[in-house]
């Protein structure tokens, strides 16, 4: 193979781009072949962002609970929140809302169906991400069972587990992750690749023609280092896994070989070092919780490609109101949706 364009590459902060504008909790970031992005948005639903910059918000009824919270606290637990976004086959959206707790779908009009609330008469738990593969099933993560997520931050909690969405329910098909976060498939769909946020690392397993899920093992260090939280993940077409890291503000990359590469460090190392130290000791507030986020994309969350090549990085985040962007040495892989319904 050619040499891996990623291993000389680095970001030039101050050449850094951005689109959108006054978005809320711009957590999952969805780029479609005709250069149209839309961006999961704390008022209910999604922003349209056209590659003219003008934006349109989507959403079954507005809520202004996210921008008018009291607190800090109530903000990021209450209320709707649009976590992880998929197309599905028509192009419409599955939302997995980290608020209600439930995987939705929203027409493109706004008009949303609840898909599932429950699992085996249960609350589902956190919803956090969502995914469509190329058979058309649905994968959703669930981070916690707690319902006050910021518990869950703490090293000895495996209550993450992986659904699958079949025959209008949900049924469970791993657990026992620290934290789970956002998937991915590999090129070949051989491997769905797990981030654990607690865990500071990336899992992986292995899936077979029935879509069943063995030899979960981790992928890359077992650690990602100072202030590891992985959150979002993206393939690029070498098989490089570009990564963020949440409270520590890092984008970073997984050669194939698991090697790892930091190509942004926007957090400030004093408010990490305290958060990562009570996460450690199992102690975390919502002071040393809250403190931390800064940069191009405060508590950065995800990473996308876009553009008609797959040659633009989008980067989402929590605390941020638009989206930094830049041009890749390497192509995203293609999502299933790319070449779906001509968009």
């Known amino acids: 193979m050619p040499a891996n364009p990623v291993l000389n590459f680095e970001i030039d902060r101050s050449a850094l781009s951005y689109i959108g504008h006054d978005l809320q909790r711009p957590e999952c970031v969805l780029a479609e072949r005709n ?5 999961a948005d704390a008022r209910g639903g999604a922003v349209e962002i056209n590659p003219d910059g003008t934006q349109r918000i989507v959403t079954q009824r507005s809520s202004n609970f996210f921008s008018g919270a009291g607190t800090e606290t109530s903000r990021y637990l209450e209320g709707t929140l649009p976590n992880g976004l998929a197309f599905d086959k028509n192009g419409d959206f ?34 956090n ?19 006050n997520w910021m518990h ?16 209008g329910e949900l049924h469970v098909v791993a657990d026992g992750f620290r934290f789970t976060n956002e998937i991915r ?15 500071g690392c990336i899992s992986r397993l292995r899936v077979d023609e029935k879509g069943n899920l063995s030899g979960r093992e981790i992928f890359g260090p077992s650690s990602l280092g100072k202030g590891a939280w ?20 890092k984008l970073f990359v997984l050669t194939p070989e698991g090697d790892l590469r930091i190509l942004l460090d926007e957090g400030d190392p004093r408010k990490v070092a305290a958060f990562e130290q009570a ?8 002071d040393v919780l809250f403190a931390t986020g800064q940069g191009v994309a405060p508590w950065m969350a995800s990473v996308t490609f876009g553009g ?25 892989l293609p999502m299933v949706h790319w070449t779906e319904n001509g968009r």
Do not use: H, Q
């Open 152 to 167: 869950a931050l703490r090293t000895d909690l495996p209550d993450g587990y992986i659904a699958r969405y079949d025959n």
């Open 279 to 286: 996460f450690l000791e199992n102690r975390v507030t919502e």
């Open 35 to 39: 250069g149209t992005l839309w961006s």
């Open 129 to 147: 991400f969502v995914l469509r593969d190329s058979k058309d099933r649905i994968w959703i993560t669930v981070s916690t069972k707690i319902r």
């Open 94 to 127: 599955l939302i997995s809302n980290f608020g209600t707790d439930c995987l939705e779908r929203m027409t493109r009009e706004g008009n949303t169906t609840l898909l599932a609330g429950t699992i085996d008469g249960s609350p589902v738990g956190k919803v």
């Open 185 to 199: 498939f590999d090129a070949k769909e051989e491997f769905l690749y797990v981030v654990e946020t607690t865990g």
């Open 230 to 249: 992985p959150d979002g993940i993206a393939f690029d077409s070498y098989g490089n896994l570009w990564g963020t890291m949440v409270y520590s503000d």
């Open 308 to 332: 008609p090549d797959l040659l633009t990085v989008y980067i989402g985040s929590l605390k941020g109101r638009l989206i930094p962007y830049f041009r890749a040495p390497v192509s995203g």
